[in-house]
């Protein structure tokens, strides 16, 4: 049963009230308060109190004839006009308060690690942190040899078992002319690789996930993970864009 008229007006956010000063006004056209307090049963002052509150609101007009001020609904199409234009001010309060809650999140903790024994912990605590069926996102450098650097193959391969064990997904991004240096054993089932388009170089290796993003070089033993949620966002937004852009180099092994 389709909703009356006097609900779907107090949808809009019209008090009970309001809706039926409004729709008396309707009936009536061009009135007067005392007019509207007569169908309405309400005191003149209340119901010119209303009026004035709803010609505020836009959806009531007044005027003065005769000395007399009278009151008639505007065109009913204005309240679509009423309800964008509330739209527009919602969107745009959105935007600014999405920018005001980033600015207002906590300050971005930091961990660095220079030894080789601090960067393979690092690797071995991320893949404990991470839920099943976790992602990770990451950039690399396969040429650079980063990892071979810092850990055996032994190792690399029980930390990979470990990661598709928990089923966690890696997209990675590597740069054009360095596909010939991915281990055959890194592409694991859950594991994707795109070739960033030429001229795009990238000598490190960069980790998104969670919350967190991480900077690491095994040729300078070196490594950064910095907490922070919107500047993980923030980097995963450019690795998405250009995810969208690169070629696929293997599809995932099933």
């Known amino acids: 049963m389709p909703s009356s008229l006097k609900v779907l007006l107090e949808h809009l956010g019209l008090s009970k009230?309001?809706?039926?000063?409004?729709?008396?006004?309707l009936r009536l056209g061009?009135?007067?308060?005392?007019?509207v307090a007569h169908a309405t049963g309400l005191t003149r002052t209340t119901a010119a109190s209303v009026l004035?509150?709803?010609?505020?609101?836009?959806?009531?007009?007044?005027?003065?004839?005769?000395?007399?001020?009278?009151?008639?609904?505007?065109?009913?199409?204005?309240?679509?006009?009423?309800?964008r234009a509330r739209l527009t001010v919602v969107e745009e309060?959105?935007?600014?308060?999405h920018s005001e809650y980033h600015q207002a999140d906590k300050k971005p903790d930091a961990e660095i690690l220079d030894a080789r024994e601090g960067i393979v912990n690092l690797m071995v605590r991320v893949i404990d942190e991470l839920p099943e069926g976790a992602e990770i996102r990451t950039i690399e450098s396969p040429s650079a040899k980063h990892y071979q650097a810092v850990m055996s193959d032994e190792l690399f391969q029980a930390l990979t078992k470990r990661k598709a064990s928990k089923g966690i997904r890696t997209r990675s991004l590597v740069p054009a002319g360095s596909q010939?240096?991915?281990r055959a054993g890194s592409l694991q089932k859950g594991v994707e690789v795109r070739v960033l388009p030429p001229g795009i170089l990238f000598e490190s290796s960069m980790w998104l996930f969670g919350s967190s993003l991480v900077l690491f070089s095994g040729?300078?033993?070196?490594?950064v993970r910095v907490n922070h949620r919107h500047m993980n966002e923030s980097m995963g937004s450019v690795?998405?864009?250009?995810?969208?852009?690169?070629?696929a180099h293997a599809a995932p092994l099933r």
């Open 30 to 35: 061009e009135s007067a308060a005392q007019d």
């Open 52 to 83: 004035d509150r709803l010609a505020t609101q836009g959806f009531v007009s007044v005027h003065r004839k005769a000395g007399k001020r009278l009151y008639w609904i505007e065109d009913p199409h204005i309240l679509v006009e009423h309800e």
């Open 180 to 182: 010939s240096a991915i």
């Open 17 to 25: 009230r309001e809706a039926d000063v409004y729709l008396a006004s």
């Open 219 to 223: 040729t300078h033993t070196f490594a």
């Open 93 to 97: 309060l959105a935007g600014r308060l």
């Open 239 to 247: 690795f998405d864009h250009f995810w969208e852009q690169s070629q």
